[in-house]
């Protein structure tokens, strides 16, 4: 008689996802890095709230990950406050400054919106950002929260994998000499476990932490940050940065098969989830079954339609007026579902027309606390390393959102001073009932398109937020044509299917970068646990709050 074999836990099942969610209590902080989801954690563990953690996570990981992000890039938060239930939105994307205008770019020969370069800069919107967010719901001071930062760039921390990967590549692209200096080594970006120092950086954030947001806006970065962009030619001026203040907006929602998800209105571009969560409601996604050939043509031609309607109608609506009622409508996303032949691809989407009212590079975390106050929160350079440039001194990199404008005067997205480019980092939140998801997914313009995946992989297939951020994912990061790029682990069989509807498959990896990396933060407060995840896209962790700290 052969002795039985025992090759698994009875009863367990086997499941796709790579690693189990974090499960806790009390709080928890998912985040790209390791070390500063930590860093966030250490804060609730002393007595700090969500909110309180999510500074201290972001202010790391712009140490961490200077070419995502970091304090000279924008921020936008979605708070849930536990003890009202209400939902605050925060914009803090900077503007361009006053006089850089379609007539300055072209009197200096300049036809197209540069990408890089002192002309692509607007101005940070991260510190004040921080600011408002503290100064409402916050229970430490900046010091507190401040010091793992400043720690991590004073004395330095060991580069982990994708960032080591990220850097290797970032150093091929052409930098200002501050740049050079303050994030190369010999011409070269630090390696996978080299410890990394950026002094300079350390700086800045002890000013920023004695004496707040005016260091950043009034004091002594600011004149620097004004003195480099003179002697660049630029337009910055102390009263583009003195003048500046982040916005609590309210935020906009969709619902979506027993969901409500919750987006940060226009100038960023969240609408177009929701609009392609409405149009994807008019299919049965779940009965088509999860990366069947239908679903996935179903959602990748909804990206087209939502995509165009992006691209045509958001902007800065303190300039432009933005059709938001009439992009969220369900009637509309009706329409729009109409233009999807299931059978064939569509290369050439035009914009609808919504009704407009008769008046008027990047890192993502999200924070859950034991008392049930969650954040979704991300903050972006743009491009890698933003717009290339750091000014004397200062340790970070000046981000290129700039580079978002249109030169063309009739668009709505038109440059002029003192307006907000369309946006592409967006955070998320979803709720159902006695639950509440915070969650977002990195990478440019992919990230709308992810928000809506990860919708549908919770509410039409039943996943849970760790198995939805690790599923494999189509990105669309074009607008025109039918070029699709997806993971290799949807089957080669559905990919052979979609080219026959007529979609230009380009296969990516795995686990690729391209399709953005993701944290999501779930809170049941039925039982008052906390659950955490982080996508293998990335090198971060979901990180509990510990206990002995208390």
Known sequence: MGIPIITGTAGAQDRVQGRSMVVSRDGI????????????????????????AAVATNAVMGVVEPMMNGIGGDLFAIVYEAKTGKLYGLNASGWAPAKLTIEFLRSKGIEGMPLFGIH???VPGTVDGWAKLLSRFGNKKLPEILAPAIHYARDGFPVPEWDAQYWEFEERQPKDKNAAVTFLVNGKGPRLGDIFRNPDLAHSLDLIAQEGRDAFYKGDIARRIVAYSA????????????DYSSEWVEPISTTYHGWTVYEIPPNGQGIAALEMLNIMENFPLAKFGHHSPDALHAMIEAKKL????????????RVTRVPVAGML??????????RIDMAKANCDVAPGEPAFPTTGDTTYLSVVDRDGNMVSLIQSNFSGFGSGLVADGTGFVLQNRGGLFSVDAASP?????????????IPALMSRGDERIAFGIMGGFNQAQ?????????????????ASLETARFTKQTFAGCDVAMEDRVPAEVRQ????????????????PKVGGGQAVRRDFSTGVNYGASDPRKDGAAIPEPPSAK
């Not at 002697?231 to 003195?242: C, V």
């Not at 992810?450 to 039409?460: G, I, K, L, N």
């Not at 509807?501 to 380009?506: A, E, L």
């Open 29 to 52: 902080v998912a985040a790209e890095s390791p070390l500063a989801a930590q860093a966030g954690a250490t804060i609730l563990a002393h007595g700090g709230n969500a909110i309180d």
């Open 120 to 122: 692509s800069v607007t």
């Open 231 to 242: 002697a660049l030619g630029g337009t910055m001026s102390a009263e583009d940065l003195t």
């Open 306 to 317: 939502a995509y165009a309607d992006l691209l045509r109608y958001v902007a800065d609506p």
């Open 329 to 338: 409508s369900k009637e509309y996303a009706a329409q729009r579902a109409k």
């Open 413 to 425: 997205n038109a440059l002029a001073g003192h307006k907000r480019p369309l946006h592409t980092i």
């Open 450 to 466: 992810a928000h809506a995946q990860f919708v549908s992989d919770v509410a039409d297939f039943g996943m849970n937020i760790q």
């Open 497 to 512: 299917a979609l080219e026959k509807r007529g979609h230009q498959i380009q296969v990516l990896s795995n686990f690729s």
